[in-house]
């Protein structure tokens, strides 16, 4: 029986790799292994907790779960935009934790064969953006795919799941 579970669990994680949900952020096309995804809702109302980092919004209740949201413009140091009906909240799961990434609007989800996934490339000595995982090409575009797991550090991470 739990020989099955994990034949289930395997081809779950087959099904789903190669493919990203690919978001905006003014003219940049990013995109989240789906694996991490839990759901994509629109921007609702944010209660605002005191002394958190400023990229780090506050919390929303979804359905009961009390969840913080960041802002992604502000975590990657992009100027600050005003939400409208096409912002969304992707809800996403890193390490047990659930939090929202508020992002300018969701396009789609693309599966990008292996080969068109390539490292991003070393522009300054010393310089690494701990954000973007990779690249994946699509035809002439590019959509800079994100390292979830790099999004907050493990004190960041361990700070919003005290707050929750």
Same mark, same amino acid.
């Given at each position: 029986m739990s020989e099955t579970i994990e034949n289930m669990e395997e081809m779950e994680? #087959?099904?789903q790799k190669g493919r $990203?949900?690919? $978001?905006?952020? %003014?003219?940049?096309?990013? %995109?989240?292994?789906?694996? =991490? !995804?839990?759901?994509?809702?629109?921007?609702?109302?944010?209660?605002?907790? *005191?002394?958190? *980092? +400023? =990229?780090v919004k %506050?919390?929303?209740n979804l359905r009961g779960k009390i969840i *913080? @949201?960041?802002?992604? &413009?502000? &975590?990657f140091k992009k100027e600050s935009r005003e939400?409208?009906?096409r912002t969304c909240v992707i809800v996403i799961d890193?390490?047990? @934790?659930?939090?929202?990434?508020i992002v300018d609007s969701v396009a789609e989800v693309l599966s990008i064969p292996e080969q068109d996934i390539v490292e991003p490339p070393q522009i300054n000595k010393g310089f690494n953006n701990r954000y973007i995982k990779s690249i994946?090409?699509? %035809?002439? #575009? !590019?959509?800079l795919l994100l390292d979830c797991a790099k999004l907050?550090? +493990?004190?960041?991470?361990e700070g919003l799941s005290e707050v929750v």
């Open positions: 994680e #087959d099904t $990203f949900l690919i $978001f905006s952020l %003014g003219k940049e096309s990013y %995109g989240i292994e789906i694996k =991490y !995804v839990t759901e994509i809702i629109g921007i609702q109302a944010i209660t605002e907790i *005191p002394e958190l *980092p +400023e =990229y %506050g919390i929303i *913080p @949201v960041m802002d992604i &413009r502000l &975590r939400y409208n009906d890193i390490k047990d @934790v659930s939090i929202g990434l994946g090409k699509i %035809g002439n #575009d !590019v959509k907050l550090t +493990e004190d960041e991470l």
